[in-house]
C-alpha cells in the first residue's frame, strides 16, 4: 500500500511552490518520473545529492525545480557579477535545454537565468552576467573564460550542479571542472548528476558532496527492456546498403544513427542522400549553425535521419526518435545503452537495431554481457553476414573447453535502496550561508 502510494506521488505532493506547480500544470506533466519523487524531496531540505540517471528520465527538472524553489523562496537583490546557482553541463546543446527548462519551469517566478557556452561571440554573454543573474547554466570552457576575465564570479553560488559527470570525463573537462570548483564557497549545496559512475567520477563527487544522498534509476537491464532491440550481421562493406535499404521502411520516422567517427558520419549522409534519403550529420567538425540547422529540421520532421558521433549526440534531445541504428558498435558497452535510450522516451516504444561485421563481434559480446540479454536477430535482410555468429553460450557442452556446461547464473537479487528519508519542511533554515 505504501509503495502504491509512492508510485502515485503527484507533484503536488513535493511541497513545492504553487508557481512552480502551476508552470509544470502548464507544461502538462502530471506526475514526477522516479528520478524526480526520489530527487526533489531531499534537495528541497537542502541535502547534497548524487543522481545516477541518464538523459530521458527526467533528471534536468530534478535539479531544476528544488533549485528554483530555494531561490524564490527567499529572493535577493541583484549583485553584480554574481551567481547564485550554477549548472556545470559538457555541451552546449544540453546548456541551452536546461536553460529552456530553467525558463519554462520558472516561468511564473521573477528569476534571472542566463547560459553561457563557447562557438559563439561573447559579448552578449558578458552584457547578460554583467548585472549578476540568479541562474547561470554554462560549459566549463566558456565560464573559466569569463571568470579569468572578471566578467563572472563565483564566490556567492549556493546550489551548484555538475551535470552528466561521466561527460565531463569523457571530453577531457575534469581539470576545468576543478578550477571552476576552487571558485566556489564551500557554503553551498552541491549535486551531481551521471549516467555512470567511473572511479574518477566517484572521486571527484567525494571532492565535491557533503554527505549526499545517493539516488540511481534505471540500471540499463531496465532501461533497455522497452527498446525492441535487433542484431544485423553484416559485411563492413554492406553496411550503407543496408542502412540505406532499411530507410525505406515507412515505419522508420526519425531515426538517429550512429557511427564512430566524423569521417563516417559523413560519408553515410553523402550515401544515403545519393539513394533519396532526407540526412544529415551532427558532429564537432560542424559548425554551431550547421549542428542547429540540422537539430531542427529532425525536429520539425525535415530530415529523417539524423547520423551524429557519440560525443554530438549528447546534447540531442528530440521526442519521437523511432530509431536508433548502431551503424557501427560503441567500444564501450555503457555507451550502447545511452544511445539506443534516444528512443523509447517518455513511456513510448522504439526499436534499435544494431549492425556488426566480423571485427566488432567481440564488442557484441561485451555488449550483451552488459545488458545481460542477447540481442535477437533482425528477421530475413539481403546483406547478410556469410559468417555464422556463435556466442560463447551457444556452442556445444561438448565442444567446450573441459566439455563442462557452462551453467547459468545465479538469479541476482537486486535491491533496491529506495531511501527517500523523512520529509520535513525546508525553509526553516532559510538560505544558507546568508
Ligand atoms: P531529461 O532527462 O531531463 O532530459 O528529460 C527527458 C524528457 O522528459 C524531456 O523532454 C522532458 O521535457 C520530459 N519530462 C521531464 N519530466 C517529466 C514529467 N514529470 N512528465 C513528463 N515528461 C517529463
Known sequence: MSDVAKTERLFRDLDLLEPILRALDETGYEKPTPIQSRAIPPLLEGKDLVGIAQTGTGKTAAFTLPMLDFLAGDPQPPSKRCVSALVL?????????????????????????????GGVGQEPQVRAVRNGVDILIATPGRLLDLCDQGHVDLSEVEVFVLDEADRMLDMGFLPAVR???????????SVLFSATMPKDIVELSKSILKDPVRVEVTPPSTTVEKIDQKLLLVEKADKRALLSHLLNDDAI?????????KHGADRVVKHLRRD???????HGNKSQGARERALSGFREGRIT???????????IDVDGITHVVNFDLPNVPETYVHRIGRTARAGREGVALSFCDVEERPLLLDIEKSIRLQIPRFGEHPFQSSEPLV???????????????????KSSNSSRSGRSGGRGRRGSQGRRGR
Open 276 to 282: 533519396g534519403h532526407t540526412a544529415e550529420a551532427i
Open 89 to 117: 553541463t559538457p555541451t552546449r546543446e544540453l546548456a541551452a535545454q536546461i536553460g529552456d527548462s530553467v525558463k519554462t519551469y520558472g516561468q511564473h517566478l521573477k528569476l534571472r537565468s542566463t547560459v553561457i557556452f
Open 179 to 189: 578550477r571552476v570548483l576552487q571558485m566556489l564557497s564551500e557554503e553551498r549545496q
Open 305 to 315: 535521419t539524423l547520423v551524429a558521433t557519440d560525443i554530438a549526440a549528447r546534447g
Open 391 to 409: 556466442r560463447p553460450s551457444e556452442k556445444r557442452p561438448d565442444l567446450q573447453p573441459g566439455g563442462r556446461r557452462g551453467g547459468r547464473s
Open 253 to 261: 520516422e526519425r531515426v538517429l544513427v550512429f557511427t564512430r567517427t
